[in-house]
C-alpha cells in the first residue's frame, strides 16, 4: 500500500517551473529518497505535501488524505523537519520538546520510546538553548521534535546538509530504526552518497523526476564502461578529454575524471595523452556511482 501518492504536480513561481508534472508513489515504511542540487524543485514538493504549499495543479495524497482537502487530517499525523533550523532558538533542548509534544495534545513521556535512542544523546544539554547548539545536536532535536507526536510519515528536507560526516552516518543509522518502526519516510538531500541508504530513489532536476529505481537498478542500467582518468595537469587534462571526440562524457570527479568512450581503448588513450605532454598517466576501469548516473541522466536533459 502506498502512504504517498502524487499525480501530475506542477507549480510555477512566475516564469520558473520549479515542478513539471512530477509523479510518484512511497509505500508503506519505506525510505525514499529525492536525489538532486539546489534548486531541483525537491523543496517546493516537500512544502506541498506538508500542505504548506499549493499545486498549480494536479493532485496528491498522504496516508489517503487529500493534501487539499484533508490538510487537517496530514498537519496532525505526519512529522516535517524543514532544511533550514527552525526551532525556538531562546529556548533549551527541553522546552523545544515540550513545545512540540503539547502542540499535538501529547507528552514526551507518552511517545519517548521513539525518540529515545536520539535524545539520549542531546540529553546532557537539554538545558543549553538550541541556538547555541551544534549543527549536528539542533538536527538531533529537529527530528525529536519531528517524532514526538508518533507520526506516520516523516518528511525531512535535506536533514545532513552542512553537517559533519560523522553526524550524517549517525543520523541515516537513525533512519534505519525509524524504518523498523514502520513509519514512512521521504527525505531529500543533494548528497549522492546518502541515495545507497534509501529503498528507493527518484533523480530530480530542474523540476522533473529523470529515473525512479533502486539505487542498485539504477547502477546496473548504466550502459557504458567507465573509466577514471589522472595526470600530472588535471585541469589540461580536462580540456582535452572533453575535446576529443572519441570521447562520450567527461566529468571532474575529485582527484580523477571519470569518462566514457566510444571506438577508443585505454591503450591507445595513454599514447594521447602522452603526445600532449601529459605525465603520470593513470587509466583505471571503474564501477558507476549514484553520480554517475545522475551525470549521465542529465547529459541526457
Given at each position: 500500500?502506498?502512504?504517498?501518492?502524487?499525480?501530475?504536480?506542477?507549480?510555477?513561481?512566475?516564469?520558473?517551473?520549479?515542478?513539471?508534472?512530477?509523479?510518484?508513489?512511497?509505500?508503506?515504511?519505506?525510505?525514499?529518497?529525492?536525489?538532486?542540487?539546489?534548486?531541483?524543485?525537491?523543496?517546493?514538493?516537500?512544502?506541498?505535501?506538508?500542505?504548506?504549499?499549493?499545486?498549480?495543479?494536479?493532485?496528491?495524497?498522504?496516508?489517503?488524505?487529500?493534501?487539499?482537502?484533508?490538510?487537517?487530517?496530514?498537519?496532525?499525523?505526519?512529522?516535517?523537519?524543514?532544511?533550514?533550523?527552525?526551532?525556538?532558538?531562546?529556548?533549551?533542548?527541553?522546552?523545544?520538546?515540550?513545545?512540540?509534544?503539547?502542540?499535538?495534545?501529547?507528552?514526551?513521556?507518552?511517545?519517548?520510546?521513539?525518540?529515545?535512542?536520539?535524545?539520549?544523546?542531546?540529553?546532557?544539554?537539554?538545558?543549553?538553548?538550541?541556538?547555541?547548539?551544534?549543527?549536528?545536536?539542533?538536527?538531533?532535536?529537529?527530528?525529536?521534535?519531528?517524532?514526538?507526536?508518533?507520526?506516520?510519515?516523516?518528511?525531512?528536507?535535506?536533514?545532513?546538509?552542512?553537517?559533519?560526516?560523522?553526524?550524517?552516518?549517525?543520523?541515516?543509522?537513525?533512519?534505519?530504526?525509524?524504518?523498523?518502526?514502520?513509519?514512512?519516510?521521504?527525505?531529500?538531500?543533494?548528497?549522492?552518497?546518502?541515495?545507497?541508504?534509501?529503498?528507493?530513489?527518484?533523480?530530480?532536476?530542474?523540476g522533473s523526476f529523470m529515473k525512479i529505481d533502486?539505487?542498485?537498478?539504477?547502477?546496473?542500467?548504466?550502459?557504458?564502461?567507465?573509466?577514471?582518468?589522472?595526470?600530472?595537469?588535471?585541469?589540461?587534462?580536462?580540456?582535452?578529454?572533453?575535446?576529443?571526440?572519441?570521447?562520450?562524457?567527461?566529468?571532474?570527479?575529485?582527484?580523477?575524471?571519470?569518462?566514457?568512450?566510444?571506438?577508443?581503448?585505454?591503450?591507445?588513450?595513454?599514447?594521447?595523452?602522452?603526445?600532449?605532454?601529459?605525465?603520470?598517466i593513470k587509466v583505471v576501469k571503474i564501477k558507476?556511482?549514484?553520480?554517475?548516473?545522475?551525470?549521465?541522466?542529465?547529459?541526457?536533459?
Amino acid at each position: 500500500m502506498a502512504s504517498i501518492i502524487v499525480e501530475n504536480i506542477k507549480r510555477n513561481y512566475g516564469a520558473v517551473e520549479a515542478l513539471k508534472g512530477i509523479s510518484f508513489e512511497v509505500k508503506e515504511g519505506e525510505i525514499f529518497g529525492l536525489i538532486g542540487p539546489d534548486g531541483a524543485g525537491k523543496t517546493t514538493l516537500f512544502r506541498i505535501l506538508t500542505t504548506l504549499l499549493l499545486a498549480d495543479s494536479g493532485k496528491a495524497t498522504v496516508d489517503g488524505d487529500d493534501v487539499v482537502k484533508g490538510y487537517k487530517s496530514i498537519r496532525r499525523k505526519v512529522g516535517y523537519m524543514p532544511g533550514k533550523f527552525s526551532l525556538y532558538l531562546d529556548l533549551t533542548v527541553e522546552e523545544n520538546l515540550r513545545v512540540f509534544a503539547t502542540i499535538f495534545n501529547t507528552t514526551i513521556e507518552e511517545n519517548y520510546y521513539l525518540i529515545e535512542d536520539i535524545y539520549k544523546q542531546i540529553e546532557p544539554f537539554k538545558k543549553r538553548r538550541a541556538g547555541d547548539l551544534s549543527g549536528g545536536m539542533k538536527q538531533k532535536l529537529a527530528l525529536c521534535c519531528a517524532l514526538i507526536h508518533k507520526p506516520v510519515v516523516l518528511f525531512l528536507d535535506e536533514p545532513t546538509t552542512g553537517v559533519d560526516p560523522v553526524s550524517r552516518k549517525e543520523f541515516w543509522a537513525m533512519l534505519g530504526k525509524l524504518k523498523e518502526s514502520g513509519i514512512t519516510i521521504l527525505v531529500s538531500t543533494p548528497y549522492m552518497d546518502e541515495a545507497s541508504l534509501c529503498d528507493r530513489i527518484a533523480l530530480i532536476q530542474n523540476g522533473s523526476f529523470m529515473k525512479i529505481d533502486t539505487p542498485k537498478a539504477i547502477i546496473e542500467d548504466f550502459d557504458h564502461e567507465l573509466w577514471a582518468v589522472s595526470s600530472s595537469n588535471m585541469s589540461v587534462l580536462l580540456k582535452e578529454l572533453r575535446a576529443k571526440k572519441e570521447i562520450l562524457s567527461c566529468y571532474a570527479f575529485g582527484d580523477t575524471h571519470h569518462i566514457t568512450m566510444d571506438d577508443l581503448d585505454p591503450e591507445s588513450l595513454s599514447i594521447y595523452l602522452i603526445e600532449k605532454g601529459h605525465k603520470d598517466i593513470k587509466v583505471v576501469k571503474i564501477k558507476a556511482s549514484i553520480e554517475d548516473c545522475f551525470m549521465e541522466l542529465s547529459s541526457l536533459e
